[in-house]
């Protein structure tokens, strides 16, 4: 894949096979500095209501892919795209990881299946 990334719009967009499913999962996209994406990956699958972010996973798949940053997303089953606290903190936990390799991480998006929500775009995070 090599699209470009200008804003949430595209990564939602990118992301919408996330919708299809019933449990919460996790994906990384990744990105080169002219935001063009060098790799997509499915981080991690939960339950109804939550997952798990392996910092350490996302870190290396970005290493791995030289990316200079990190889109996350993740779906909500329930419809409600608003971030939970668990989501707020896990934000920037793995913002702060991240930042020890010189990696950016640009947002994180959570989607339902009729809209979704960007950190970046709603500023609810120091991902801005």
């Known amino acids: 894949m090599n699209e470009t990334i200008k804003g949430s719009q595209d990564a939602a967009r990118i992301m919408l096979e996330l919708l299809n499913h019933e449990q919460e999962h996790l994906y990384q996209i990744n990105l080169n500095n002219a935001n063009k994406v060098v790799g997509i990956h499915l981080v991690s699958i939960g339950s109804d ?5 392996p910092i350490k996973f996302i870190a290396k798949k970005a290493i791995l892919d030289n990316a200079a940053g990190v889109i996350l997303c993740h779906n909500h089953p329930s419809g409600n795209c608003s971030p939970s606290v668990e989501d707020i903190k896990q934000t920037k936990r793995t913002k702060e990881a991240l930042s020890f390799f010189e990696i950016k991480l640009l947002d994180h998006i959570i989607l ?8 970046c775009d709603e500023k609810k995070s120091t991902l801005v």
Do not use: A, H, L
Request: proline share 0%; charged share 10%; hydrophobic share 25%.
């Open 49 to 53: 209501t939550q997952t798990i972010v």
């Open 112 to 119: 339902s299946r009729s809209t979704y929500y960007s950190f």
